[in-house]
T-cell receptor, first 109, second 115 residues
Framework: GQNIDQPTEMTATEGAIVQINCTYQ??????LFWYQQHAGEAPTFLSY??LDGLEEKGRFSSFLSRSKGYSYLLLKELQMKDSASYLC??????????WGAGTKLIIKP | ETGVTQTPRHLVMGMTNKKSLKCEQH?????MYWYKQSAKKPLELMFV???????ENNSVPSRFSPECPNSSHLFLHLHTLQPEDSALYLC??????????????FGAGSRLTVL
């Protein structure tokens, strides 16, 4: 079956760096997404990786290793507003989006 | 308005009620989706419409009935629901359906509670 694993919850300190991991086992691969979802709000697109390597967007970076079935989302200079759930999703060979259960990130002062 | 708008934001209904969820997108997208989000579970895709034609129906019980009258509007009609149907129902849209870099734009969701 197809599966995406990510930690259920993580805690980090304001101003620090946190890395949220995502591992996947899917039927084929056509890209990996990260979305951010604040409580009671819509998930919003953060990043898309289809080639191996690191994509940087300001304080957020996303890494992909297709051979390892692995990605991570790196958040630097954490702010309180970064408290949210982070959803990892993979597009398989049939262009179906397979979702992880999300990682709830708690930022403490 | 821009983006994807869902109404109502909150809905409480009894098991014998009939209600509908509404979704509207002003992005000119060609595909629209209904997802179910339950606590600590992955998003579950329920229905997909592409150019107003239903293209996916992922074994969803018949008590959920979708309707897509045009490319900007999507409804989810609810009838004789069960308490386990209580969840956040998310609508999303995208430029097209079958694409690797298919970025979804989500609405804020309708929080449904079935008593």
């Amino acid at each position: 079956g197809q599966n995406i694993d990510q930690p259920t919850e993580m805690t980090a300190t304001e101003g620090a760096i946190v890395q949220i991991n995502c591992t996947y086992q899917t039927s084929g691969f056509n890209g990996l997404f990260w979305y951010q979802q604040h409580a009671g709000e819509a998930p919003t697109f953060l990043s898309y990786n289809v080639l191996d390597g690191l994509e940087e967007k300001g304080r957020f970076s996303s890494f992909l290793s297709r051979s390892k079935g692995y990605s991570y989302l790196l958040l630097k200079e954490l702010q309180m507003k970064d408290s949210a759930s982070y959803l990892c999703a993979v597009t398989d060979s049939n262009y179906q989006l397979i979702w992880g259960a999300g990682t709830k990130l708690i930022i403490k002062p | 308005e821009t983006g994807v708008t869902q109404t109502p934001r909150h809905l409480v209904m009894g098991m014998t009620n009939k209600k509908s969820l509404k979704c509207e997108q002003h992005l000119g997208h060609n595909a629209m989706y209904w997802y179910k989000q339950s606590a600590k579970k992955p998003l579950e895709l329920m229905f997909v419409y592409s150019l107003e034609e239903r293209v996916e129906n992922n074994s969803v019980p018949s008590r959920f009935s979708p309707e897509c009258p045009n490319s900007s509007h999507l409804f989810l009609h609810l009838h004789t629901l069960q308490p386990e149907d209580s969840a956040l129902y998310l609508c999303a849209s995208s430029q097209e359906r079958a694409s690797g870099a298919n970025v979804l734009t989500f609405g804020a969701g309708s929080r449904l509670t079935v008593l």
